[in-house]
């Protein structure tokens, strides 16, 4: 029971598939009170995966690029439960012509990149903005996260995005440890999730991670990278704060195979 009594809300559920999904299922079964949040065209899908956790919980709308919304689900979580104890970012999207273009880099416009960075690192420091008022003394948030220290194939602003995503998680350990609150990436191995499926070339990297991994890696198991968030949203890591986790099967260590 790493998360009794804790209040978690849980971004970017979509199928059972998804990692987060995961996080949220073993953070109920680890004894956590969770809330999903979801918007749009994805709201449906979110309210029936939420179906299929062991505790079917509340669905908020929310978009994290929109001021109101971060409003209305800080209001509304401060009325349903009066505080937040972890948070789990689960959010990214970057339009098609900024990743796997023909043209790489240079494909996709200022507009498309905008749009990339919005929704894929500034939503993180938007969350956590928004929900401060809210987070009690030792919460914990946890964003997920691509290794963004080297070249993927087809990643392309993505992987610009994911950088961004991690240094601003360093700098929101800085702003908000006085207040004991922890900021944590974990950086998953390739998953095949729906939102994988969406990056071309992901095949291509899926392909190699099990030879190059010395623990091996399934694509098909999100299990051990929620295990890694529940863990960092638990009390189990009161002075680890700025940290990437890797939950790769060890391929962020490997330079090459044999």
């Known amino acids: 029971?790493?998360?009794?009594?804790?209040?978690?809300?849980?971004?970017?559920?979509?199928?059972?598939?998804?990692?987060?999904?995961?996080?949220?299922?073993i953070a109920?079964?680890?004894?956590?009170?969770?809330?999903?949040?979801?918007?749009?065209?994805?709201?449906?899908?979110?309210?029936?995966?939420?179906k299929r956790l062991p505790d079917p919980p509340a669905v908020l709308e929310l978009?994290?690029?929109?001021?109101?919304?971060?409003?209305?689900?800080?209001?509304?979580?401060?009325?349903?439960?009066?505080?937040?104890?972890?948070?789990?970012?689960?959010?990214?999207?970057?339009?098609?012509?900024?990743?796997?273009?023909?043209?790489?880099?240079?494909?996709?416009?200022?507009?498309?990149?905008?749009t990339a960075l919005h929704v894929s690192t500034f939503s993180l420091a938007a969350l956590a903005g928004a929900l401060r008022p809210l987070l009690s003394d030792n919460a914990s948030i946890v964003g997920l996260d691509f290794d963004a220290r080297q070249v993927w194939p087809a990643y392309d602003w993505m992987?610009?995005?994911?950088?961004?995503?991690?240094?601003?998680?360093?700098?929101?350990a800085r702003d908000l440890g006085?207040?004991?609150?922890?900021?944590?990436?974990?950086?998953?191995?390739?998953?095949?999730?729906?939102?994988a499926r969406s990056i071309p070339g992901f095949a291509q990297i899926e392909a190699t991670w099990a030879d190059r991994a010395p623990l091996g890696w399934n694509v098909e198991d999100p299990e051990p990278a929620?295990?890694?968030?529940?863990?960092?949203?638990?009390?189990?890591?009161?002075?680890?704060?700025?940290e990437i986790v890797h939950v790769d099967g060890g391929v962020h260590a490997i330079g090459a195979s044999a």
């Open 226 to 242: 929620a295990k890694a968030v529940v863990a960092l949203l638990s009390d189990w890591f009161p002075a680890t704060t700025g």
């Open 178 to 195: 006085p207040k004991g609150v922890r900021v944590n990436l974990v950086a998953a191995g390739p998953l095949r999730t729906v939102a």
């Open 63 to 114: 978009d994290a690029t929109n001021p109101e919304h971060l409003a209305a689900v800080r209001e509304e979580m401060a009325t349903r439960h009066g505080r937040i104890d972890g948070v789990v970012h689960a959010i990214g999207f970057a339009p098609a012509e900024c990743l796997g273009q023909e043209d790489g880099m240079f494909a996709a416009s200022w507009e498309q990149v905008a």
């Open 1 to 25: 029971m790493l998360l009794k009594d804790r209040v978690v809300l849980v971004t970017g559920v979509l199928t059972p598939s998804s990692i987060a999904f995961t996080c949220a299922r």
């Open 28 to 50: 109920q079964e680890e004894g956590a009170t969770v809330v999903l949040t979801s918007f749009g065209r994805a709201l449906s899908v979110t309210e029936r995966a939420a």
């Open 159 to 172: 992987g610009v995005a994911k950088a961004g995503l991690e240094s601003t998680a360093r700098y929101l």
